[in-house]
């Protein structure tokens, strides 16, 4: 089912979740429109430039919506239909399920991300984020204990997941519940991105809850400019500023999604390892990569390793990542040296 969106011309793109977007004069026959609507129980919001044309951006609206909501109906947990919820509801598992292209691919690299990371991404984590009350079933009215947490997490690890490319079929050792929470909204910005190209639309900016790709410059010729929020639950702030005219930027951090409970708090992101809510310095993790996909999970991993571990495996994988880091009552900062290209001074 499509998704209502509007669509909106400007010439000042205004901040975005993650975006600080400076106003521009442009050509008399182009601009930068914008098309929004919601998905994945957030919002998008679509720039791209074009001359004037109220058709084209009416089947361009049409065919984001009918792009994202192909994502939302293969992997969500929200949905009792989806393709993923599917699987996660068979009682045997074990024997080679035949699933489609992107979920395939999104499986494939959720994966590959574990492995590289020891396991600080793992998509089998869903029962256990479940039951600290961050999926569809909510918060629970009291936090997990040790006997039950074990139990859910001794279920759970991605090694128990088996791929096969050349069947496009998966299957688990024991049964499984995946959760994509941490890579289906980037795949969304990559998906879009490829339909936006498709149709030849090569000047954008794909945003969905806070993850962005761009390609191409603005009429004027600069770049995109994004901001990197400051890590503060009460109001939205800006810590740095990056130029981009291509490639992907994707945040994690554990300021916005949490609950207290008994004086606690409790991050939405899950160690799956530990099986509890990460509880360490870190406070955002921005990660920039050609795959709005693969910075979405490596900004989950990072967030759960923590800065040291983080950085070091960062510097390892050669990898973009800006982290912000509690220090007293402010924060710290420091990147990889891959990050440096895309700052603004």
Request: proline share 4%; charged share 25%.
């Amino acid at each position: 089912m499509s998704r209502p969106v509007r669509v909106v011309s400007t010439s000042i793109l205004v901040m975005l979740v993650l975006a600080a977007l400076a106003g521009c004069s442009f050509e008399p026959d182009e601009k930068v429109w914008e098309i929004s609507g919601g998905i994945f129980g957030t919002r998008y919001h679509i720039n791209v430039v074009l001359t004037e044309d109220r058709e084209t951006l009416e089947d361009l609206s049409q065919g984001i919506a009918e792009t994202l909501e192909s994502v939302d109906a293969s992997m969500s947990t929200w949905r009792e239909d989806s393709e993923l919820s599917r699987f996660n509801q068979k009682s045997d598992q074990s024997q080679w399920t035949p699933v489609s292209g992107a979920l395939f691919e999104v499986l494939a690299a959720a994966q590959q991300v574990s492995e590289r990371s020891g396991g600080a991404f793992d998509i089998t984590i869903g029962p256990v984020v479940n039951l600290w009350g961050f999926g569809p079933q909510g918060r629970p009215e009291k936090v997990p204990d040790d006997q039950v947490l074990a139990g859910r997490l001794a279920n759970t690890g991605f090694r128990f997941l088996e791929l096969d490319a050349e069947q496009q079929a998966i299957r688990a050792e024991k049964p499984q519940y995946l959760d994509l929470s941490g890579i289906a909204k980037g795949y969304g910005v990559d998906a879009v991105a490829r339909y936006l190209e498709s149709q030849g639309v090569d000047r954008y900016l794909v945003e969905i809850g806070g993850e962005v790709r761009v390609n191409g410059r603005k009429p004027d010729g600069s770049a995109w400019r994004l901001a990197v929020e400051q890590p503060d639950a009460e109001g939205r702030q800006v810590n740095r500023v990056v130029a981009m005219d291509r490639n992907a930027m994707a945040t994690s951090g554990d300021y916005r999604n949490y609950y207290e409970s008994n004086g606690q708090r409790y991050s939405h992101t899950i160690d799956p390892l530990s099986g509890r809510p990460v509880d360490h310095r870190l406070a955002s993790v921005t990660v920039i990569d050609e795959s709005s996909m693969l910075a979405d999970a490596w900004a989950t991993a990072f967030t759960v390793l923590g800065f040291e571990e983080g950085y070091k495996l960062a510097l390892q994988e050669n990898l973009a990542v800006y982290f912000i880091v509690r220090e007293g009552d402010g924060f710290e900062t420091r990147h990889t040296p891959a990050f440096a290209t895309w700052l603004i001074e």
